[in-house]
Nanobody
Framework: VQLQAFGGGLVQAGGPLRLSCAAS????????MGWFRQAPGKEREFVAA????????YYADSVKGRFTISRDNAKNTVYLQMNSLKPEDTAVYYC??????????????????WGQGTQVTVSS
């Protein structure tokens, strides 16, 4: 599966932004999907994940209550709605896919396919 993330940009603190990740292939609905981010000088970190059906979602504590992950299997797309953005959310955001069950809380080594990343910059 090939992934393409888009929707990043510059936003003021407190504002919203929605990221999208479009996937190729007819088996998208079989993949668990995750969003990760990497800030300059820092390791990649888990942000959110969603099961293949969309029935289960998971979040890092740092984004819980502000970010929402969702997916539309008919459109082969996963989304990350980000609200109440903070300067510390500034990072390159990546979407990733994993066949089978969701894995959460790790930097993403268990995910097999990655998008190219989209920059999110939150100004204070």
């Amino acid at each position: 599966v090939q992934l393409q993330a888009f929707g990043g940009g510059l936003v003021q603190a407190g504002g919203p932004l929605r990221l999208s990740c479009a996937a190729s292939g007819r088996t998208f609905s079989s993949y668990a999907m995750g969003w990760f981010r990497q800030a300059p000088g820092k390791e990649r970190e888990f942000v959110a994940a969603i099961s293949w059906s969309g029935g289960n979602t998971y979040y890092a504590d740092s984004v819980k209550g502000r970010f929402t992950i969702s997916r539309d299997n008919a459109k082969n797309t996963v989304y990350l709605q980000m609200n109440s953005l903070k300067p510390e959310d500034t990072a390159v955001y990546y979407c990733a896919a994993r066949w089978g069950r969701v894995v959460v809380g790790t930097p993403g080594d268990e995910y097999n396919y990655w998008g190219q990343g989209t920059q999110v910059t939150v100004s204070s």
